[in-house]
């Protein structure tokens, strides 16, 4: 199998995977299916966090004793949405800090259960064969793009981001819908793979994944040029096992979390 493909599949299993949490949010409470481990975490997470989670959940699992991350992707506000209804999820890790303090401003969890993990960046990802030099002539070469791929600002923090971002630029023109809309910024990253869009405006997470990487080239997109992306997250009240959910928490938390984080270029979260 071609790297190209194996991209595909990566981030299609990806959008795909963010309608189990639409699923699993069509009862109040947990569908019945036998008794739930106490060493299962359920995670809803922020689709920017696919990479770098997979990759903590393996290292948790080889922990003594093991936490067993069980993660659904998909956007943050969504995920705000569901979890108003009872989604059956232990942490909720968003990619903007405000969703969960909201949930916790309407009584879903505590303030003590309310952290901050990380800071995400945007970046101007294009298919490595692509004629748009990016990573030279950094917005301008966006100006003969026929297509631009964002995540849905109405429920993305990175499509919000990526809004304020163009419209900065001068570049927010959606004559003849320039401006494509993914469900989440895995789903933008699918476009521009897909070739239903020529550039996008994505998370760095994504970008510097392995399989990614080797298939596009990115561009750093001027941090001034948006608002922080503060990504928090909050232990939900209803957590089957809030000391395994607080493992979790402290392991993003922990210098080898945020070092991790880190590689996968997340910044420190600000104060």
């Known amino acids: 199998m071609t790297r190209r493909p194996i991209l595909r599949l990566a981030v299609a299993l990806l959008f795909a995977a963010t309608g ?7 009862r109040q409470t947990p569908p019945v299916a036998g008794p739930l481990r106490a060493d299962v975490v359920r995670v809803a997470a922020a689709a920017d966090l696919k990479f770098a989670l997979d990759e903590i959940a393996a290292r948790l699992v080889r922990q003594q004793p093991p936490i067993r991350i069980q993660p659904t992707y998909g956007s943050s506000g969504n995920m705000h949405a569901q ?3 009872r989604a059956p999820f232990d942490i909720y890790l968003s990619a903007d800090v405000e969703y969960p303090r909201d949930l916790v401003r309407r009584g879903i969890g505590s303030e003590r259960d309310l952290f901050t993990y990380a800071r995400g960046k945007l970046v101007v990802w294009v298919r490595k064969q692509s004629k748009l030099e990016v990573e030279r002539e950094g917005w301008a070469a966006l100006r003969s793009a026929r297509r631009i791929a964002i995540a849905n600002p109405r429920h993305a923090p990175y499509g919000r981001a990526a809004e304020q971002a163009l419209r900065g630029a001068g570049l927010w023109q959606d004559e003849g ?17 897909s070739g239903a869009a020529d550039v996008g405006i994505i998370a760095k997470s994504l970008a510097l994944a392995p399989v990614m990487r080797s298939a596009g080239r990115f561009w750093d997109v001027p941090e001034d040029a948006y608002m922080p992306l503060q990504q928090g997250g909050l232990i939900l009240p209803w957590a089957v096992s809030r000391d395994a959910a607080a493992r979790v928490r402290d392991y993003l938390l922990s210098d080898t979390g945020r070092t991790l984080l880190t590689s996968y270029g997340f910044a420190l979260p600000e104060n």
């Open 20 to 26: 189990v949490l639409a699923a699993a949010t069509q």
């Open 83 to 85: 979890l108003q209804q």
């Open 177 to 193: 819908g320039r401006i494509v809309l993914g469900e989440n910024v895995a789903q933008a990253a699918q476009f521009v793979d």
